[in-house]
C-alpha cells in the first residue's frame, strides 16, 4: 500500500488535491513502487525558493522539489513539493489550468522519486515520455517550450483601445 498524505500550505488558490494524489499514486504503481509513504506539500513561492536555496542552493524558486528519503526495492518513501505560486504564473503561458499545471509537476516530481532525471537531453526526452504517458490519463498533453497563442484583448469600439486588464 502506497499512502499519499498531501499538505495545502498555501490559500491563494483553491486546488484539486485528490487529482494530485491520484497522479502520484498512479506514476508510483505504474513505475513499480509497491508499498511507502509519499509527503506531497503545496507551498507559495516564497517557501520555494527558501527549500530550493536551502536544499540545492538554486537562489530562485522552482517549480517542484524531490527528495527520497528511502527506498528498499519496491518500498518508497518519499517528499514531492510543488510551488502553486509558479504554476498558476505559468499555466496560461501552456494554455491551460493551475490544476493542470500542478498535476503536471506532481507527476514530474513522482518520476524523479523513482530514478527519472532530466539533467541531460535523452533523460529529458525519457522523462517526457513517461510524463505524457501519465498525463494521458487526465486527457492532456504537455507542450513544455510551446507556448499558448495570447488571444487579442478586446478593443472598446468608442476609441478601438485595447482594454488592459
Do not use: K
Not at 47 to 76: C, I, K, W
Not at 120 to 142: F, K, N, S, T, V
Amino acid at each position: 500500500m502506497i499512502d499519499i498524505e498531501l499538505s495545502n500550505q498555501q490559500d491563494a488558490y483553491s486546488i484539486d488535491e485528490a487529482r494530485l494524489v491520484a497522479a502520484v499514486q498512479r506514476v508510483l504503481q505504474g513505475e513499480g513502487i509497491r508499498s511507502g509513504t509519499i509527503s506531497l506539500a503545496l507551498v507559495d513561492d516564497p517557501t520555494m525558493h527558501e527549500l530550493n536555496l536551502r536544499y540545492l542552493e538554486h537562489d530562485e524558486p522552482t517549480d517542484v522539489l524531490s527528495f527520497v528519503l528511502e527506498r528498499r526495492g519496491d518500498a518508497l518513501e518519499g517528499e514531492v513539493i510543488l510551488s502553486v505560486d509558479t504554476a498558476a504564473t505559468s499555466c496560461e503561458r501552456f494554455g491551460w489550468s493551475c490544476d493542470d499545471e500542478l498535476l503536471l509537476y506532481a507527476v514530474h516530481g513522482a518520476l524523479h522519486l523513482v530514478g527519472y532525471d532530466d539533467g541531460c537531453p535523452e533523460d529529458r526526452r525519457r522523462m517526457r515520455q513517461r510524463e505524457q504517458h501519465y498525463l494521458a490519463a487526465w486527457g492532456l498533453e504537455a507542450r513544455y517550450d510551446e507556448i499558448a497563442p495570447v488571444p487579442p484583448r478586446p478593443t472598446d469600439p468608442a476609441s478601438g483601445a485595447e482594454e488592459t486588464a
